[in-house]
Structure formats: structure tokens, C-alpha cells
């Protein structure tokens, strides 16, 4: 008890209102996940503020969206250069921590093992609650880009850390092995974006980006090695009466330029904000979700494209190998294909052209899966649900310290 009020003192007491500080070592661009949950939190009267590491130092380093608090750090560090971002991340969370001690949270919602570290650290000095959020198989995603001692470092580190967490969020359900005590929260979109399209605003994106009469492929995402952007380029090139539309962001963003640059039937359009990401797929006829499914990240993970086809009522083409594979072959919303192979690519998406009313069928399928269970708008009630127990634990926690013995 002492120590909860002499901090207590120091801070300037316990704040009123329920505050949560979220923690991501990417600069909440905003990225779609991330934003969903600040804003659901926000709207059930959370008090919500995001601690973000610009590594590109682009962004603003202030910001306020939908009532989010943004922070970013700017800490230069690039991306894919392992050396530079290990030195940078401990000032990443030494400026973290004292921002946390600053803000005085209820909860700490950490995205991801890079930032698990520091919010176990503040938990225990504030005696606050601790959400660990699972984007990633953080080991499984950097196999074979670092050393296997490393990988094998960052799995115990994960395995022991999340263990002082209070709340555990995964993505999908096969990271519940790992984390038994987890709740699923899917990265599906929010329903009523892709509601709003109207077929006229649908036909005014087409005009905009000059798409005509063309079957249309769509990728908004994040641009990362194991994505198969690159096939979707070569497997499009010659066929006339197709254009792939890309849009989004990332490490490399220089080589997909390159690529699509010399493709007439490619069209990179650049960064998408979130709110402009539902009418632009939805102008689309397809959309890709092709990622390799040798990263033991990419094939435990349920890409968000899926999630994004269904509600725009669109077929997805996924890998084969993966968890995506099983549930689109489930919903029946979209067709798998093996991971490299261009000519496979290439002929599914003749197929869908030649046969535009199969192709639209496998997209009303999803659309019909979406609306009956695959919402946000259904996800948000179990996240809240949780978040409001956690964050009574935590008053009822503090006010035992507080009364006197």
C-alpha cells in the first residue's frame, strides 16, 4: 500500500476516468486494427492515448483522430535493418515508460512482444492492468532474417512475459496454443464502411482511377516481403481487360513501384487512409490475400484481406497452406492458389474474368458470412466486455491498497 500511495503522490494522484495507454513500435498511420479497438474504446468512454514510434520520422509527432491521443516518437531507424532497430527500440521504451508514468493508465495495451517489455515494467511500478495484444508470431515472423539464438530468445521472452499480462488478445484462433488464457478478436473491418457504397460512389472511384470496363484486382496493405504483391504484378502482365490496383505502404514500397512501374496493368495509387480503404475495394471485382506460407507468421495469421472481401462482397484469392486457405474453402468465398506459382495465379483470375457471375457469387457468399458473424461490429462486444472487467479488477485492486489496515 505505501508504495501505491507514494506514487500516488508523486503523479498527482489516481486519475478519475478510465485511461489506457496503447504502445506500437509503428507509427499509427493509423493501421486498421489498432484504430478499431482505440475507437471502440473510445466510444465506451475510454480515455485513449497512443504512444507510436515513427521510425521514417514522417507523421506528425502530435495528434489527435476520433478522439485518440497520438504521440509519435520520432526515433530514425528505418525498417529491415535489425542492427539499427534493436539500438533504437530501448529509447523507444525508456520514452515510453516515462510517458506512461506521465498519463497514470488503468490499462497499458501492448501491441505486439517489441513492446511487452516495457509495459510489464510499468504494470508493475503503476500496478495497472496489462493487455497484451498478439499481432503477430513476433518469432515467427523474424525466422531467417536474424540469427536462430535470437528466435529462440524471443520465444522464451514471450512465453515468460506474457505471463504478467492480465488480458491477452490473438488475432486467430491457432495462437491459442500458445497463449491458453487468450480471447479471439479477429482483425475483421468495420461492416458499415463498406454499407455506405453506394453503386454511384462505386462508379465514381472507377472513373477516378481510370478503370473502365477492366476486372479489377485490389491489394490495400502493408507492403512486406512474403506478400506476393510481386506475383500478382507478373501474373497480370499482357492481359488487357485486367488491372491490379495497389495501394498501401511499407518497407518495400520501393521495389513494388519498380515492379509495377514497368506493368501497364498494374496502378500503384499510394497510402489509403482507413475511412477511404472500404470504397475503393469495393470498386474492385477481386481481391489477393496471397502470403507465403513458409513465414510460420503468415500461416497461423487471418489476413485482414479476407476479412475486407467478404464485407465488400468480393472472391478472394488466398495461398494455399495456410489458415486462410481452410476458411475461405469453408465460407466458399474465394480459391486457393500455391504460393509462387504465377501460371496457377494467372489462371484463376482468367477464370474469373471469362466467368464475372462465379466470381460474384463467391464474393456474395462471404458477404452473406460477414454479416451474420464476421462483424466488428459483433467482435467489439466481447473486446468491451473484457476491457470493463479487466479495468473493475483493476479499481477494486487499487482500492484494497488504498484502505487502510
Known amino acids: ?96 515508460f516515462f510517458s506512461i508514468l506521465r498519463k497514470r493508465p488503468d490499462i497499458i495495451h501492448c501491441a505486439d512482444l517489441d513492446t511487452l517489455p516495457v509495459g510489464v515494467f510499468a504494470k508493475k511500478i503503476l500496478m495497472c492492468g496489462l493487455v497484451y495484444d498478439v499481432y503477430e508470431n513476433y518469432p515467427g515472423m523474424v525466422r531467417g532474417s536474424v540469427p536462430p539464438l535470437i528466435v529462440r530468445c524471443l520465444a522464451w521472452l514471450d512465453k515468460t512475459l506474457s505471463r504478467a499480462a492480465d488480458l491477452i ?33 462505386r462508379a465514381d472511384v472507377r472513373k477516378k482511377y481510370d478503370l473502365d470496363e477492366k476486372f479489377v484486382i485490389g491489394y490495400i496493405g502493408v507492403f512486406m516481403k512474403g506478400r506476393g504483391i510481386e506475383q500478382v504484378i507478373e501474373a497480370v502482365k499482357g492481359m488487357d481487360d485486367v488491372i491490379f490496383l495497389i495501394g498501401g505502404f511499407g518497407q518495400e514500397e520501393k521495389t513494388i513501384h519498380d515492379l509495377a512501374e514497368g506493368v501497364k496493368e498494374s496502378r500503384l495509387i499510394g497510402f489509403v487512409p482507413p475511412e477511404n480503404v472500404p470504397e475503393i475495394l469495393s470498386a474492385c471485382d477481386a481481391i489477393v490475400e496471397i502470403i507465403d506460407p513458409k513465414n510460420e507468421n503468415y500461416s497461423m495469421a487471418m489476413g485482414n484481406k479476407v ?93 484494497s491498497r488504498q484502505a487502510p489496515s
Not at 503523479?11 to 471502440?40: D, I, Q, Y
Open 1 to 96: 500500500m505505501a508504495r501505491f500511495i507514494i506514487i500516488s503522490f508523486i503523479l498527482g494522484g489516481v486519475p478519475s476516468e478510465p485511461r489506457v495507454v496503447m504502445l506500437r513500435t509503428r507509427p499509427f498511420h493509423p493501421e486498421p486494427r489498432g484504430f478499431k479497438e482505440a475507437k471502440t474504446l473510445v466510444k465506451a468512454g475510454y480515455n485513449v492515448h497512443v504512444i507510436a514510434w515513427d521510425r521514417l520520422c514522417e507523421l506528425p509527432k502530435n495528434e489527435t483522430l476520433n478522439n485518440i491521443s497520438i504521440r509519435r516518437v520520432h526515433l530514425p531507424a528505418g525498417y529491415n535493418i535489425f542492427l539499427r532497430f534493436a539500438v533504437m527500440l530501448p529509447i523507444f521504451w525508456v520514452f515510453s
Open 307 to 399: 476479412f475486407e472481401a467478404m464485407n465488400a462482397g468480393l472472391p478472394v484469392i488466398v495461398s494455399r497452406g495456410t489458415v486462410g486457405e481452410k476458411f475461405v474453402r469453408d465460407v466458399g468465398c474465394g480459391v486457393a492458389v500455391e504460393y509462387g506459382n504465377i501460371e496457377e495465379l494467372r489462371g484463376v483470375i482468367r477464370r474469373f474474368v471469362s466467368c464475372r457471375e462465379d466470381a460474384r457469387s463467391l464474393g456474395e457468399r462471404g458477404r452473406s458470412a460477414a454479416r451474420e458473424r464476421w462483424r466488428w461490429e459483433v467482435i467489439e462486444n466481447g473486446l468491451l466486455e473484457r476491457y470493463n472487467e479487466l479495468k473493475e479488477r483493476i479499481k477494486m485492486c487499487r482500492e
Open 169 to 201: 488478445l490473438i488475432v486467430w484462433d491457432s495462437f491459442q496454443a500458445r497463449y491458453p488464457r487468450s480471447v479471439l478478436v479477429p482483425n475483421v473491418p468495420e461492416g458499415e464502411g463498406f454499407e455506405r457504397v453506394t453503386p454511384a460512389r
